[in-house]
Protein backbone atom coordinates (compact mmCIF):
# COMPACT_ATOMS: atom_id res chain seq x y z
CA UNK A 1 0.00 0.00 0.00
CA UNK A 2 1.37 3.54 -0.77
CA UNK A 3 2.41 5.76 2.15
CA UNK A 4 1.93 9.61 1.51
CA UNK A 5 2.19 12.67 3.70
CA UNK A 6 -1.36 14.22 4.94
CA UNK A 7 -1.28 17.87 6.00
CA UNK A 8 -3.73 18.02 8.96
CA UNK A 9 -5.28 21.24 10.54
CA UNK A 10 -2.77 21.98 13.02
CA UNK A 11 0.31 22.01 10.46
CA UNK A 12 1.73 18.78 11.79
CA UNK A 13 1.93 15.89 9.02
CA UNK A 14 1.01 12.59 9.34
CA UNK A 15 2.10 9.14 6.93
CA UNK A 16 -0.66 7.63 5.94
CA UNK A 17 -1.61 4.59 4.12
CA UNK A 18 -4.55 3.73 2.01
CA UNK A 19 -6.40 0.82 3.18
CA UNK A 20 -10.40 -0.71 1.81
CA UNK A 21 -13.36 0.47 3.51
CA UNK A 22 -16.84 0.61 2.98
CA UNK A 23 -19.04 3.61 3.53
CA UNK A 24 -21.24 6.58 2.05
CA UNK A 25 -20.39 9.50 0.02
CA UNK A 26 -24.42 10.29 0.40
CA UNK A 27 -27.64 10.29 3.36
CA UNK A 28 -29.36 8.55 0.33
CA UNK A 29 -26.71 6.78 -1.48
CA UNK A 30 -25.77 2.74 -0.62
CA UNK A 31 -22.97 1.75 1.19
CA UNK A 32 -20.39 0.79 -1.32
CA UNK A 33 -16.01 0.17 -1.60
CA UNK A 34 -14.17 2.81 -0.81
CA UNK A 35 -10.81 3.43 0.17
CA UNK A 36 -9.52 5.85 3.26
CA UNK A 37 -6.21 6.81 4.99
CA UNK A 38 -4.88 5.39 8.32
CA UNK A 39 -2.09 6.99 9.88
CA UNK A 40 1.31 5.03 10.35
CA UNK A 41 1.00 4.33 13.79
CA UNK A 42 2.92 6.93 16.10
CA UNK A 43 5.04 6.01 19.42
CA UNK A 44 1.46 5.43 21.11
CA UNK A 45 -0.40 4.25 18.77
CA UNK A 46 -1.65 0.35 17.73
CA UNK A 47 -2.48 -0.78 14.73
CA UNK A 48 -5.57 -3.55 14.27
CA UNK A 49 -6.29 -5.66 11.34
CA UNK A 50 -10.12 -5.89 11.94
CA UNK A 51 -11.56 -9.40 11.92
CA UNK A 52 -15.46 -8.20 12.85
CA UNK A 53 -17.47 -5.44 13.47
CA UNK A 54 -20.72 -5.24 14.86
CA UNK A 55 -23.72 -3.02 13.49
CA UNK A 56 -24.86 -0.79 15.46
CA UNK A 57 -28.35 1.34 14.78
CA UNK A 58 -25.78 4.35 14.93
CA UNK A 59 -24.14 3.35 12.22
CA UNK A 60 -27.30 3.65 10.45
CA UNK A 61 -29.05 6.92 11.63
CA UNK A 62 -25.06 8.51 11.11
CA UNK A 63 -24.93 7.02 7.52
CA UNK A 64 -28.15 8.35 6.03
CA UNK A 65 -27.48 11.59 8.51
CA UNK A 66 -30.89 11.11 10.88
CA UNK A 67 -28.77 13.12 13.28
CA UNK A 68 -28.00 15.96 11.37
CA UNK A 69 -24.27 16.52 11.21
CA UNK A 70 -23.11 13.83 8.63
CA UNK A 71 -19.96 14.19 7.24
CA UNK A 72 -19.19 12.47 3.78
CA UNK A 73 -17.49 10.39 3.16
CA UNK A 74 -18.94 8.38 5.84
CA UNK A 75 -17.19 4.97 6.68
CA UNK A 76 -19.48 3.44 9.64
CA UNK A 77 -18.47 0.42 12.31
CA UNK A 78 -17.48 1.33 15.94
CA UNK A 79 -18.07 -2.36 17.25
CA UNK A 80 -14.50 -3.25 16.03
CA UNK A 81 -12.89 -6.84 17.06
CA UNK A 82 -8.90 -7.42 15.51
CA UNK A 83 -5.24 -8.42 16.18
CA UNK A 84 -2.67 -5.94 16.26
CA UNK A 85 -0.49 -5.88 13.72
CA UNK A 86 1.83 -3.18 14.51
CA UNK A 87 2.63 -0.91 17.71
CA UNK A 88 4.57 2.30 18.47
CA UNK A 89 7.62 2.43 20.04
CA UNK A 90 5.79 3.59 23.43
CA UNK A 91 3.01 1.16 23.60
CA UNK A 92 2.97 -0.88 26.29
CA UNK A 93 0.03 -2.82 26.83
CA UNK A 94 -0.06 -4.58 23.47
CA UNK A 95 2.20 -6.45 20.86
CA UNK A 96 2.12 -7.82 17.78
CA UNK A 97 -0.61 -10.45 17.60
CA UNK A 98 -2.93 -9.72 20.58
CA UNK A 99 -6.55 -9.26 20.42
CA UNK A 100 -7.62 -5.93 20.74
CA UNK A 101 -10.96 -4.03 20.73
CA UNK A 102 -12.18 -0.40 19.69
CA UNK A 103 -15.65 0.13 20.65
CA UNK A 104 -17.30 4.12 20.12
CA UNK A 105 -14.54 6.60 21.21
CA UNK A 106 -10.88 6.38 19.91
CA UNK A 107 -9.66 10.07 21.89
CA UNK A 108 -10.98 12.37 24.00
CA UNK A 109 -8.88 16.04 25.96
CA UNK A 110 -7.64 13.51 28.49
CA UNK A 111 -7.34 16.25 30.98
CA UNK A 112 -11.15 17.73 31.89
CA UNK A 113 -12.43 17.11 34.91
CA UNK A 114 -14.83 14.18 33.59
CA UNK A 115 -11.49 12.47 31.06
CA UNK A 116 -9.40 12.31 35.12
CA UNK A 117 -12.79 10.74 36.62
CA UNK A 118 -13.13 7.94 33.50
CA UNK A 119 -15.64 9.11 31.94
CA UNK A 120 -14.67 9.94 28.69
CA UNK A 121 -17.70 10.05 26.80
CA UNK A 122 -18.69 12.99 28.40
CA UNK A 123 -15.26 15.11 27.58
CA UNK A 124 -15.97 18.69 28.56
CA UNK A 125 -13.62 19.43 25.16
CA UNK A 126 -16.40 16.62 23.11
CA UNK A 127 -14.81 13.17 22.72
CA UNK A 128 -13.68 11.83 19.19
CA UNK A 129 -15.67 9.33 18.02
CA UNK A 130 -14.80 6.32 16.51
CA UNK A 131 -16.28 7.67 13.13
CA UNK A 132 -17.53 10.79 11.82
CA UNK A 133 -15.54 12.83 14.03
CA UNK A 134 -12.60 15.60 13.56
CA UNK A 135 -9.50 13.57 12.77
CA UNK A 136 -6.55 15.77 14.71
CA UNK A 137 -4.27 13.76 12.69
CA UNK A 138 -5.74 13.83 9.21
CA UNK A 139 -7.84 16.39 9.23
CA UNK A 140 -10.50 14.32 7.86
CA UNK A 141 -13.13 13.05 10.00
CA UNK A 142 -12.66 10.42 11.13
CA UNK A 143 -13.60 6.30 9.86
CA UNK A 144 -14.95 3.26 11.73
CA UNK A 145 -14.48 -0.24 11.57
CA UNK A 146 -16.14 -0.84 8.23
CA UNK A 147 -13.17 -1.45 7.11
CA UNK A 148 -9.72 -3.38 7.30
CA UNK A 149 -7.44 -2.02 9.95
CA UNK A 150 -7.79 0.87 12.06
CA UNK A 151 -4.89 3.18 14.24
CA UNK A 152 -6.01 3.78 17.77
CA UNK A 153 -3.60 5.37 20.73
CA UNK A 154 -3.39 2.58 23.26
CA UNK A 155 -5.02 3.99 25.60
CA UNK A 156 -8.88 3.85 23.60
CA UNK A 157 -7.83 0.06 22.60
CA UNK A 158 -9.34 -2.55 25.11
CA UNK A 159 -8.45 -5.92 25.64
CA UNK A 160 -10.59 -8.81 24.65
CA UNK A 161 -11.45 -11.66 27.35
CA UNK A 162 -10.08 -14.84 26.11
CA UNK A 163 -12.60 -17.10 26.77
CA UNK A 164 -15.21 -15.73 24.63
CA UNK A 165 -16.54 -16.15 21.29
CA UNK A 166 -14.66 -13.40 19.01
CA UNK A 167 -17.51 -12.50 16.48
CA UNK A 168 -20.07 -12.34 19.30
CA UNK A 169 -18.26 -10.24 21.29
CA UNK A 170 -17.70 -7.62 18.55
CA UNK A 171 -21.66 -5.61 20.03
CA UNK A 172 -20.04 -5.28 23.33
CA UNK A 173 -17.96 -2.31 22.37
CA UNK A 174 -20.96 -0.84 21.99
CA UNK A 175 -24.34 -1.98 22.92
CA UNK A 176 -22.64 -3.68 25.74
CA UNK A 177 -21.35 -0.95 27.11
CA UNK A 178 -24.38 1.16 26.98
CA UNK A 179 -26.23 -0.85 28.80
CA UNK A 180 -23.71 -1.98 31.23
CA UNK A 181 -23.03 1.59 32.14
CA UNK A 182 -26.80 2.84 33.23
CA UNK A 183 -27.88 -0.31 34.69
CA UNK A 184 -24.79 0.16 36.94
CA UNK A 185 -24.96 3.61 37.90
CA UNK A 186 -28.27 3.62 38.96
CA UNK A 187 -27.58 0.18 40.59
CA UNK A 188 -29.31 -1.87 39.48
CA UNK A 189 -29.49 -5.68 41.23
CA UNK A 190 -31.14 -8.16 43.35
CA UNK A 191 -34.91 -7.42 44.57
CA UNK A 192 -35.66 -5.46 41.68
CA UNK A 193 -37.63 -4.97 38.57
CA UNK A 194 -35.98 -4.26 35.83
CA UNK A 195 -37.68 -2.98 32.15
CA UNK A 196 -36.15 -3.24 28.97
CA UNK A 197 -37.94 -1.40 26.13
CA UNK A 198 -36.96 -2.79 22.39
CA UNK A 199 -35.35 -5.92 22.19
CA UNK A 200 -32.68 -4.87 19.27
CA UNK A 201 -28.78 -4.83 19.77
CA UNK A 202 -28.78 -2.65 23.12
CA UNK A 203 -31.86 -4.48 24.62
CA UNK A 204 -31.29 -7.96 24.30
CA UNK A 205 -27.61 -7.05 26.07
CA UNK A 206 -29.63 -4.81 28.61
CA UNK A 207 -31.37 -8.60 29.53
CA UNK A 208 -28.43 -10.75 29.70
CA UNK A 209 -26.41 -8.10 31.94
CA UNK A 210 -29.32 -7.24 34.16
CA UNK A 211 -30.00 -10.76 34.56
CA UNK A 212 -26.32 -11.51 35.53
CA UNK A 213 -26.56 -8.16 38.07
CA UNK A 214 -29.24 -9.78 39.50
CA UNK A 215 -32.57 -8.15 39.08
CA UNK A 216 -35.74 -9.74 37.79
CA UNK A 217 -35.75 -8.61 33.91
CA UNK A 218 -38.79 -7.70 32.01
CA UNK A 219 -38.80 -6.76 28.18
CA UNK A 220 -41.26 -4.76 26.33
CA UNK A 221 -41.81 -5.38 22.71
CA UNK A 222 -44.12 -4.71 19.72
CA UNK A 223 -43.02 -7.58 18.58
CA UNK A 224 -44.56 -11.18 18.83
CA UNK A 225 -42.07 -12.79 17.42
CA UNK A 226 -39.51 -12.52 19.94
CA UNK A 227 -41.63 -13.14 22.51
CA UNK A 228 -40.01 -16.55 23.33
CA UNK A 229 -35.91 -15.53 22.34
CA UNK A 230 -36.54 -12.90 24.71
CA UNK A 231 -37.02 -15.67 27.74
CA UNK A 232 -34.54 -17.56 26.39
CA UNK A 233 -32.01 -14.44 26.43
CA UNK A 234 -33.04 -14.57 30.03
CA UNK A 235 -36.18 -12.45 30.39
CA UNK A 236 -38.40 -13.29 33.38
CA UNK A 237 -41.70 -12.12 31.72
CA UNK A 238 -42.06 -10.12 28.34
CA UNK A 239 -44.76 -7.93 27.40
CA UNK A 240 -46.26 -6.95 24.12
CA UNK A 241 -46.33 -3.15 24.43
CA UNK A 242 -48.63 -2.35 21.92
CA UNK A 243 -51.17 -4.34 24.27
CA UNK A 244 -52.64 -2.27 26.80
CA UNK A 245 -54.11 -4.65 28.87
CA UNK A 246 -50.91 -6.32 29.17
CA UNK A 247 -49.10 -2.88 29.95
CA UNK A 248 -51.56 -1.96 32.46
CA UNK A 249 -50.78 -4.83 35.19
CA UNK A 250 -47.11 -3.02 35.21
CA UNK A 251 -48.66 0.37 36.19
CA UNK A 252 -46.05 1.44 38.82
CA UNK A 253 -45.13 -1.34 39.02
CA UNK A 254 -40.81 -1.11 37.91
CA UNK A 255 -38.14 0.29 39.78
CA UNK A 256 -36.01 0.84 36.41
CA UNK A 257 -36.76 0.94 33.19
CA UNK A 258 -33.76 0.98 30.00
CA UNK A 259 -35.31 2.20 26.49
CA UNK A 260 -33.62 1.09 24.08
CA UNK A 261 -35.88 1.73 21.21
CA UNK A 262 -34.37 3.98 18.15
CA UNK A 263 -38.05 4.93 16.69
CA UNK A 264 -40.79 7.23 17.75
CA UNK A 265 -42.69 6.06 20.42
CA UNK A 266 -44.61 7.13 23.29
CA UNK A 267 -42.24 7.44 26.31
CA UNK A 268 -45.18 8.21 28.93
CA UNK A 269 -46.48 4.54 28.55
CA UNK A 270 -43.22 3.50 30.22
CA UNK A 271 -42.82 6.51 32.60
CA UNK A 272 -45.97 4.93 33.84
CA UNK A 273 -44.56 1.80 34.93
CA UNK A 274 -42.13 2.97 37.29
CA UNK A 275 -42.58 3.17 41.00
CA UNK A 276 -42.19 6.32 43.48
CA UNK A 277 -38.66 7.08 42.78
CA UNK A 278 -38.19 4.66 40.16
CA UNK A 279 -35.90 5.72 37.10
CA UNK A 280 -36.19 5.78 33.59
CA UNK A 281 -33.16 6.18 31.22
CA UNK A 282 -33.09 6.78 27.25
CA UNK A 283 -30.25 5.12 25.23
CA UNK A 284 -31.95 5.15 22.34
CA UNK A 285 -31.73 8.20 20.26
CA UNK A 286 -34.55 8.46 17.73
CA UNK A 287 -34.33 11.33 15.44
CA UNK A 288 -37.37 13.36 16.83
CA UNK A 289 -38.33 14.78 20.18
CA UNK A 290 -40.32 12.57 22.68
CA UNK A 291 -42.84 14.55 24.35
CA UNK A 292 -42.95 13.95 28.30
CA UNK A 293 -46.21 14.39 29.63
CA UNK A 294 -45.67 16.37 33.21
CA UNK A 295 -47.94 13.74 35.22
CA UNK A 296 -46.21 10.95 34.08
CA UNK A 297 -43.20 12.71 36.30
CA UNK A 298 -44.54 14.51 39.25
CA UNK A 299 -46.90 12.57 41.04
CA UNK A 300 -44.62 9.84 41.69
CA UNK A 301 -41.36 11.66 41.71
CA UNK A 302 -39.99 9.71 38.85
CA UNK A 303 -36.85 10.70 37.15
CA UNK A 304 -36.06 10.80 33.50
CA UNK A 305 -32.48 10.58 32.40
CA UNK A 306 -30.19 9.64 29.21
CA UNK A 307 -26.92 8.09 28.95
CA UNK A 308 -24.32 7.36 26.42
CA UNK A 309 -21.84 4.61 26.04
CA UNK A 310 -19.75 4.69 28.80
CA UNK A 311 -15.85 5.48 29.56
CA UNK A 312 -12.73 3.25 28.45
CA UNK A 313 -11.88 1.66 31.69
CA UNK A 314 -16.01 1.38 32.62
CA UNK A 315 -15.98 -0.90 28.70
CA UNK A 316 -12.64 -2.95 30.04
CA UNK A 317 -14.48 -3.57 33.33
CA UNK A 318 -17.39 -4.46 31.12
CA UNK A 319 -15.45 -6.36 28.89
CA UNK A 320 -13.82 -8.79 31.79
CA UNK A 321 -17.80 -9.10 33.82
CA UNK A 322 -18.97 -10.46 30.26
CA UNK A 323 -16.01 -13.04 30.63
CA UNK A 324 -16.99 -13.55 34.03
CA UNK A 325 -20.24 -14.50 33.21
CA UNK A 326 -19.83 -15.86 29.70
CA UNK A 327 -21.84 -13.33 28.05
CA UNK A 328 -21.82 -12.26 24.42
CA UNK A 329 -24.24 -11.12 21.97
CA UNK A 330 -26.66 -12.96 19.72
CA UNK A 331 -25.46 -12.38 16.06
CA UNK A 332 -26.02 -13.03 12.64
CA UNK A 333 -22.65 -13.24 10.66
CA UNK A 334 -22.90 -11.62 7.50
CA UNK A 335 -20.55 -10.33 4.94
CA UNK A 336 -19.99 -6.36 4.01
CA UNK A 337 -21.82 -6.93 0.75
CA UNK A 338 -25.31 -7.61 2.31
CA UNK A 339 -24.61 -4.18 4.27
CA UNK A 340 -27.75 -2.33 2.46
CA UNK A 341 -29.67 -5.17 3.27
CA UNK A 342 -28.87 -5.53 6.86
CA UNK A 343 -29.72 -1.62 7.21
CA UNK A 344 -33.36 -2.87 6.08
CA UNK A 345 -33.86 -5.12 8.29
CA UNK A 346 -32.50 -2.92 11.30
CA UNK A 347 -35.55 -0.66 10.03
CA UNK A 348 -38.21 -3.34 10.59
CA UNK A 349 -36.81 -4.67 13.84
CA UNK A 350 -35.55 -7.45 12.16
CA UNK A 351 -32.77 -8.97 13.50
CA UNK A 352 -31.56 -11.42 16.17
CA UNK A 353 -29.59 -9.91 17.67
CA UNK A 354 -26.84 -8.33 16.57
CA UNK A 355 -25.68 -8.02 12.88
CA UNK A 356 -21.74 -8.74 13.00
CA UNK A 357 -19.83 -8.40 10.01
CA UNK A 358 -16.70 -10.57 8.77
CA UNK A 359 -14.66 -8.23 7.62
CA UNK A 360 -12.72 -10.93 5.74
CA UNK A 361 -15.45 -10.40 3.10
CA UNK A 362 -13.90 -6.95 2.42
CA UNK A 363 -11.02 -8.77 0.24
CA UNK A 364 -13.61 -10.34 -2.04
P1 LIG B 1 -31.91 -2.03 16.93
O1 LIG B 1 -31.09 -3.26 17.04
O2 LIG B 1 -32.45 -1.62 15.61
O3 LIG B 1 -33.11 -2.18 18.00
C1 LIG B 1 -34.10 -1.21 18.18
C2 LIG B 1 -35.38 -1.89 18.68
O4 LIG B 1 -36.32 -0.87 18.94
C3 LIG B 1 -36.06 -2.79 17.68
O5 LIG B 1 -35.52 -4.09 17.62
C4 LIG B 1 -37.48 -2.80 18.19
O6 LIG B 1 -37.61 -3.71 19.27
C5 LIG B 1 -37.64 -1.40 18.75
N1 LIG B 1 -38.34 -0.52 17.79
C6 LIG B 1 -37.93 -0.17 16.55
N2 LIG B 1 -38.82 0.65 15.98
C7 LIG B 1 -39.81 0.83 16.88
C8 LIG B 1 -40.99 1.60 16.89
N3 LIG B 1 -41.36 2.33 15.83
N4 LIG B 1 -41.77 1.56 18.00
C9 LIG B 1 -41.41 0.83 19.07
N5 LIG B 1 -40.29 0.07 19.10
C10 LIG B 1 -39.51 0.07 18.02
O7 LIG B 1 -31.10 -0.76 17.45
P2 LIG B 1 -29.86 -0.69 18.50
O8 LIG B 1 -28.58 -0.80 17.74
O9 LIG B 1 -30.14 -1.56 19.64
O10 LIG B 1 -29.96 0.84 18.93
C11 LIG B 1 -31.12 1.33 19.59
C12 LIG B 1 -31.04 2.82 19.71
O11 LIG B 1 -29.99 3.17 20.63
C13 LIG B 1 -30.67 3.54 18.40
O12 LIG B 1 -31.42 4.75 18.33
C14 LIG B 1 -29.19 3.84 18.58
O13 LIG B 1 -28.75 4.93 17.82
C15 LIG B 1 -29.15 4.15 20.04
N6 LIG B 1 -27.81 4.03 20.65
C16 LIG B 1 -27.51 4.87 21.66
C17 LIG B 1 -26.31 4.77 22.32
C18 LIG B 1 -26.01 5.66 23.48
O14 LIG B 1 -24.85 5.86 23.80
N7 LIG B 1 -27.02 6.17 24.13
C19 LIG B 1 -25.38 3.82 21.92
C20 LIG B 1 -25.72 2.95 20.89
C21 LIG B 1 -26.95 3.04 20.26
P3 LIG B 1 -38.94 -4.61 19.47
O15 LIG B 1 -39.07 -5.39 18.19
O16 LIG B 1 -38.60 -5.44 20.63
O17 LIG B 1 -40.07 -3.66 19.73
ZN1 LIG C 1 -23.37 1.94 18.68
ZN1 LIG D 1 -11.84 15.67 28.40
Given at each position: ??????????????????????????????????????????????????????????????????????????????????????????????????????????????????????????????????????????????????????????????????????????????????????????????????????????????????????????????????????????????????????????????????????????????????????????????????????????????????????????????????????????IELI???????????????????????DMAS???
Amino acid sequence: MDTIRTMAEGGTSARTKEVRAFGTEAATAPLDQLNIKRRIPKPHDVEIDILYCGVCHSDLHTARNEWHGTIYPCVPGHEIVGRVVSVGDHVTKFKVGDLAAVGCMVDSCRECDYCNEGLEQYCAEGNIQTYNSPDKYLGTQTYGGYSESIVVTESFVLRVPENLDLAAVAPLLCAGITTYSPLKHWHVGPGQKVGVVGLGGLGHMAVKIAKAMGADVIVFTTSPSKVEDAKRLGADEVVLSRDETQMAKYAGKLHFVLDAVSAEHDINAYLNLLRVDGSLVLVGAPELPLPVAAFSLIPSRRSFSGSMIGGIAETQEMLDFCGKHNIVSDIELINIQQINEAYERLLKGDVKYRFVIDMASLKN
